[in-house]
């Protein structure tokens, strides 16, 4: 008899990921044979690791922080998308016995702003793998785009990646004025560190402010958003809607439609702080 797919969270740390409460409720839900856990990798065994995943006889890996660069050297095939953002966050065996990397961060990003109206002018706050993947996004609509950064030079080289026309700026609150679309895709407003409350009050009166962080859910930057009367997307949108094709990767079927996937999260985080 088969055994169960089996299927993990890879990372470094990797105690504080939520995926392994999201994919177990999914698979009960469902009724689907199948195990996934969290591995943590220190970075100087993620290579031999992710290499040897399809001999392990593992479906695969989700792959976080800080390993998705490596993740996509270590494929044997990749997305189109991948290869343009640079970074994998999916590593599936193939049944040939090769791995293949996809990213399915940008389907979570799309889920996350289903609500946008594409051709506003959008600001990205952040120039690392998560801005990554919202860039990818936003260059394929025909807007204006800008990349607010503590590091100059990291946003730079991040515009640089990209066949689109993209302003540089340091100077946040400035940046914001007539914006329609705002991404926090950096660290601040997580727990522990700074917080990152921006005047959002020139921004368009309907801007769609989308916060990738999701601990705490309800970030500075949220409750600015929701001051101004602007319209507020949390981090766990994207994270729900990035692991959905993961699932579907590793264990065959489509995670349950019905399954109150967001307030599985809300408890698992509740129990966390
Ligand atoms: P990363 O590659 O390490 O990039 C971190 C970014 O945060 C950089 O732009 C960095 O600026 C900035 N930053 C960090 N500390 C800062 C500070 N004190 N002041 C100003 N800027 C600071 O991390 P990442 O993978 O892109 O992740 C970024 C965020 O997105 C994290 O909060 C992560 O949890 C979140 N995320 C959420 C999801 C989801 O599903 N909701 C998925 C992926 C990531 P410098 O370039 O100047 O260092």
Redesign the pocket.
Known sequence: MKDAPFAAVAGFPVNHSLSPVMMRRWLDDAKCPGEYGRVEIAPSYAERFFKALPELGWAGVNV???H?EIALQCADHATDAVKAIGAA?LLTATPEGTLKADNT?II?IEA?LAGDKTDTPAVL?????????ALYYLARQDRQITIV???RK??EALAATCPVSIQISTNLNEALMGAGLVI???????SG??A?VPDLSTTESDALIFD????PLETGLLKQGARSGRRCVD????????ARPSFEAFFGVRPPADTPIKSTLLKALGQQA
């Not at 981090?235 to 729900?240: A, H, K, P, V």
């Open positions: 976080t922080v800080p998705k966050n961060d979570g996350a706050i952040g120039a690392g793998g998560a801005a990554r993947a950064n503590r590091t990291r946003a926090n895709a950096t660290s601040l407003g997580m560190q700074p990152l990738m962080v999701y601990a981090g766990l949108e994207m994270l729900i809607g990035q």
